[in-house]
């Protein structure tokens, strides 16, 4: 007899948000530079789980561009656009229970966290 796990939330949670990503590029909604391609990853662990949208094959000049910050180089308009649309991707998928991130070539461009997380309360 095989017996077959459930998925984890996390796992539940990306493939909704795969799922999302796809309808949305199909509708036109949701558009990726030339060359661009997407992965969606989660993680499980005792205090929660993590799904993290990545995107890659995108070039750093196209994420950051030339104005400085108090930080370092400020982001572009089009990073913060395609960030800002993951994010709600993101956010209707985990429906506020589950931590994420939204990386564009490789630097963090938005983040979610849980419903009701409050820094240094938890």
Do not use: N
């Amino acid at each position: 007899m095989t017996t077959t796990k459930a998925p984890s939330p996390a796992a539940q949670v990306a493939t909704a948000a795969r799922a999302a990503i796809k309808q949305a590029r199909k509708d036109g909604t949701l558009t990726l530079p030339d060359g661009a391609k997407h992965s969606v990853c989660s993680s499980y662990f005792a205090g929660g789980c993590s799904v993290d949208i990545s995107i890659t094959g995108i070039e750093q000049d196209w994420v950051l561009g030339p104005d400085e910050g108090p930080y370092g180089p400020q982001k572009t308009d089009a990073a913060k656009e395609l960030g800002a649309a993951l994010k709600a991707i993101l956010t209707a998928a985990t429906d506020g229970h589950c931590w994420g991130e939204i990386r564009v070539g490789g630097i963090v461009v938005d983040s979610i966290t849980p419903h009701g997380w409050r820094p240094g309360r938890d």
